[in-house]
């Protein structure tokens, strides 16, 4: 069978779900300790599942109506493209999280025998959520295609990703929050008990929250980036590409998933360390195994004579011939994942000056901590963005139009290992909880807080990987818009979004507008579920006797239910707003104004994502430097006004930063949707 | 001599400088009361002059190295538009600020005979800076068209503009948060002494930078949107209108300049109150019969046969004739200026929910009166951003590309009235302080905090005057940018800038990236700058004995001289990041990248600013709003939450945010000097 067959990709999906399948087992059959650890393990596991069928029951109607209008408007196969995006991204989320959910107390478990075992069991229950985000998205891509021979038909499938990754990202960084400060404000600083005390009522509450956030969140986040940019991929390579050729451009970034997600089960064996090893950096060996591995692989494919390896006369688009051309689009986006990890490493680690400036600033009081983190978080945005319009620079020179999607696939083909390594973080975090709430004495806490405090940087690193891949794909979804709206057949001649036009201003505006007012409204809901949970978790201090004598148990799964709620009706609000706004621009002001909205949307989206996480990061690393002793260290005046900085970074980096993520590319996919309908 | 002529705008202009004079003279025949008032006036007199001379001195070099390259590359017509753009800002912030500041102590004296007095003084002490203003700027446009004859070899006047305004603005926002810091937490919170005391150190360096941020500032910042617009709208006018309509095009903006200034000279005696009168509504009367009698008479200026008046059939530019159709787009600008100060009002007094809603949040902590006020500010973005897209596109609608540039005209043509009413507020501030200095007792006080209180209000409607025509400042160089480029003739057929050439949308990230960090080296600078400020009132307080019980003074002159070098050297690092960034786009990727980096910087900056100013003022009168007795009053723990809320408002809304204005227009006129010499 020829390479240019999209079998190859569903071969490589169904293998990484098969390697999730064989992961899941292996966790499984690890031994869970105690049976205290198992109920707090089990409830755990309860409180996300009622989460996640809570949140999805919510999203029922709202899909069900999307399908029904593309059923009746654009016909059977372009409903079942969106229905195929949104029930695969349930699936992923369902299985990702039961896995992580039932790692974290074999996780400590593991970590008594050894911080080697910890390690292998955290990864592997994180691996699950990345293997089966990547294997569903790149099966479920290529097998539509595989039957609908058409990647126009198969778009709606990454607006259905991006309708639930949307309301995944807005309800669990609300819920991850909610539950976060209640336990926090009432446990820690009212009640005066630490961290993860069993005692406090919103503690199972707030470990969901880490999955729900973290884990659940982050996978429907870059699941949704990984269909969006192949399937962008793919309708680019359709229309720039001509004759013999088209055919390789659509199917070349379906095969470059598949090397990026072979490459990740490949690179998940170097993930490993000796007893005394460092868990950084066997997670690092897996990151980088993925990037090199792919990246050969990607060289093989493109100077292959099926697809472009007969084509390396040097031509305008193709400088350098389309086999180095289109290979070094691809590398181009994965060196952006590397810089963009060391950059946001660069400014949230406490190890680096940023840091540290805020730690040092947080001695003349908060104020002075909260000016000093903005301002980390405003400066390091210039940063990622030279790089990230570098790699574009480069790849359009060297590729075209063409070279820019497949840089953006180069970025996303590793989301596998990625969404991996970033879902590690709440296993470890969450084992680390069940050690102290299961007082298992301070040597396994040691361990697990080893392992926590790696998985703090992971997910900054993640959180990085999230926008600069976002901001690929919504540029890649900017492009096929524009394709879309040509090949609509409504404008003679070349379809430009003219900046002269006061038409594409106006959508600029408005568009760079929304991810503003969008932060305000996630924000806003963080403050109003957090405010309910307080009252729970005061109320159950005061009305529970014995609770805080440890003699009577708080309950639990009310705490669990109240979040669950509270993030299910506040992320409403923003949600709204990201669906509608393209909407009303489109149909009110058309398809020009639509595209000066996604430009706007997308640069101001993208500069307050990154301005967000990194203050967010920043703030929460200043606030740890401090607690290892600078400045007075804990309990100091220097510390207290870096909790208060922490606090407030919490719905920066937790909710309204990676929600922007989604937003970006939900207008892109709505857009593309709504493209042929509208007027110019 | 016939309308068509810019004889009328020169003597306009000499009309506002008489006015001036008139005030200025006026305002100095006031008695200054007792020698301890006049000796303070005084010392905040040369204070204001010791920054104003150190910060023009600084700027010689780098305007005289423009000045040269202008010269040789451009010719002498050229360079002296630059001077004299330059060189009259100076003049104005000269005049305003020595009438401004020899204002205040006599603003005390006459609140003593009655708060109608008090409001007429301090109201013709500003008003010398308003007059100044539009005066000099519709002199200058105006003087230069009559020798040069054309707009062309104008615009360096507006690139001198604002050069001037880029460092007043940002040095003026250091200086006035430094000294306002310095002043506050070593006084205030250390020593604990009320605000004003006269044995803090800091006092009138603080009074200083009021004088300095607000009225030096705002006054350079609207001289320059004021001169950058007409000079645009001119240059708009010679291109898009042909045949006898080119000339018209050209004159007609000067004109309404014209008709604005008389219509602020007429308004300003409007502001009278009786002796109980209401000062904000003698205030009103005048912004609202300047924009009353303006609209007045551009009407009859479109109308009449000498401009439009003949040409009342419809077209595709001009469905409703030209006449009506640019006198509505004026009228659009007009409504803009009334629309952005209710919503700004809206969003910052503490009458309305935002303000109210972060008072409550106060209850629960610094941290969450800080995410409130962050995402009312961030909230509050969508409103003035629809208002301005919505003139936008009725102007353009009703008048083509030259009505854009209209609407900008209409808005800012009332400047002298608004910097009136701007600077009011630095007067009314320094009688307050004089009063509190002076020992006058709680009578004299409570007259001049009245008319405090409305300058707080008048400053928050002038910033949001200020951003909004920076917006439509920034849009029309953006226009003017383009057709430079098209009459230097480098192209074949149309400029356009499309957002899906790759160029454009990188010069796009790049550009929206620019404001996030210029804001983070202007609060930075402030950081810095208070971070010296404070070791000198502490040095103060800890070595002058006798200080504490009143027996010894301090050292005023030293906090002044420490706060005005602090402002010039922090101003280096974010103007040149202004002025540079421009140039390293324009140079290196060319004309179309820089077209789409000018609108990214416009629009990330717009929302910034308004997000700042927003937030910042809202913080302020949460405060306030505390301070009235709610939620405990002065002295609870809201109230120091609120305190807290409102030290991270000052930089963003006396320094980063004001500072974004000059940002985004200087970024414009640079564009438009180097434009000819540019690559596509």
């Not at 600078?630 to 407030?648: E, F, L, M, N, P």
Request: charged share 15%; with cysteine; proline share 4%.
């Amino acid at each position: 069978m020829s390479l240019l067959n999209s079998v190859w990709a569903i071969v490589a999906g169904l293998l990484g779900l098969a390697f999730a399948g064989y992961l899941a087992a292996s966790v499984l059959k690890e031994p869970q300790g105690t049976e205290r650890m198992k109920e707090l393990s089990q409830a755990i596991f309860e409180g996300a599942m009622a989460y996640l069928n809570r949140q999805y029951k919510t999203l029922i109607p709202f899909a069900a109506v999307i399908f029904l209008a593309l059923f009746f408007t654009r016909g059977q196969s372009y409903a079942v493209s969106f229905l195929v995006g949104a029930v695969f991204s349930a699936l992923a989320g369902y299985a990702g999280m039961t896995i992580a959910t039932k790692s974290n107390a074999r996780t400590t478990q593991a970590c008594i025998e050894g911080l080697d075992k910890g390690l292998s069991v955290a990864f592997r229950g994180g691996a699950v959520m990345g293997m089966s985000v990547a294997g569903l998205g790149l099966f479920g891509v290529s097998i539509l295609y595989y039957f609908y021979g058409d990647p126009e038909l198969i778009d709606p499938f990454a607006f259905g990703a991006s309708a639930i990754a949307l309301f995944a990202r807005v309800g669990g960084g609300i819920y991850t929050k909610a539950a976060d400060v209640g336990a926090d404000l009432v446990g820690k600083v009212e009640a005066g008990i630490p961290e993860d005390d069993p005692r406090n009522p919103a503690v199972i509450a707030d470990n969901v929250g880490d999955n729900v956030g973290d884990t659940a969140g982050m996978g429907a986040d870059l699941y949704e980036s990984y269909a969006a940019t192949t399937i962008a991929a793919m309708l680019i390579g359709a229309t720039s590409m001509e004759g013999e050729l088209k055919i390789a451009g659509v199917i070349f970034p379906l095969l470059v998933g598949a090397a990026g997600l072979i490459a990740s089960i490949i690179a998940s064996f170097f993930v490993k360390m000796g007893p005394d090893g460092n868990p950084q950096a066997a997670l690092n060996k897996g990151l980088w195994g993925t990037n090199i591995i792919t990246g050969i692989a990607t060289w093989f494919l493109a100077s292959s004579p099926e697809f472009f390896g007969k084509f390396t006369e040097k031509s305008d688009t193709f400088p350098l011939g389309m086999p180095l051309g289109i290979f070094l689009a691809v590398v181009a986006g994965l060196v952006v994942n590397v810089a963009i990890g060391y950059i946001t490493e660069y400014y949230t680690s406490y190890q680096k000056a940023p840091a540290r400036e805020i730690a040092e600033s947080s001695q003349t009081g908060p104020a002075t901590n909260i000016i000093s983190g903005l301002a980390v978080g405003l400066k390091s945005t210039m940063l990622p963005i030279l790089v990230i319009v570098a790699a574009t620079f480069i790849a359009h020179n060297l590729a075209g139009i063409y070279g820019i999607a497949m840089a953006a696939m180069g970025m996303l083909c590793t989301a596998g290992m990625v969404v991996a390594i970033d879902s590690f973080g709440p296993v470890a975090d969450n084992a680390g909880g069940i050690a102290e709430m299961a007082e298992l004495g301070p040597e396994v806490r040691k361990k697990t807080d080893k392992l926590d405090a790696v998985g703090n940087t992971t997910a900054a690193v993640a959180k990085g990987f999230a926008i600069g891949s976002a901001a690929l794909t919504a540029l890649a979804l900017f492009n096929a818009f524009a394709e879309k709206v040509i090949s609509a057949g409504k404008i003679q001649g070349e379809f430009a979004l003219n900046l002269l036009e006061p038409t594409i201003v106006i959508g600029l505006f408005i568009g760079a507008a929304v991810p503003f007012l969008f932060c305000a409204l996630a924000m806003k809901a963080v403050g109003t579920a957090a405010f309910e949970m307080i009252g729970e978790v005061r109320r159950q201090f005061r009305e529970i006797p014995g609770l805080m004598e440890g003699k009577a148990k708080p309950d639990y799964a009310r705490c669990v239910d109240i979040s669950t709620k509270a993030a299910i009706k506040q992320m409403i609000a923003p949600g709204l707003l990201a669906v509608v706004s393209p909407l009303v621009v489109g149909f009110i002001l058309g398809a020009k104004a639509l595209g000066g909205f996604l430009a706007g949307t997308t640069v101001a989206g993208v500069l307050l994502a990154i301005f967000m996480a990194n203050s967010g990061g920043a703030w929460d690393n200043a606030k740890k430097y401090i607690e290892t002793g600078q400045y007075g260290g804990k309990g100091s005046d220097a510390h207290k006004a870096a909790v208060i900085g922490d606090t407030v970074g919490d719905p920066f980096k937790d909710t309204a930063g990676p929600s922007l993520n989604a937003l970006i590319k939900v207008t892109g996919t709505i857009s593309l949707i709504i493209a042929p309908f509208l007027n110019l």
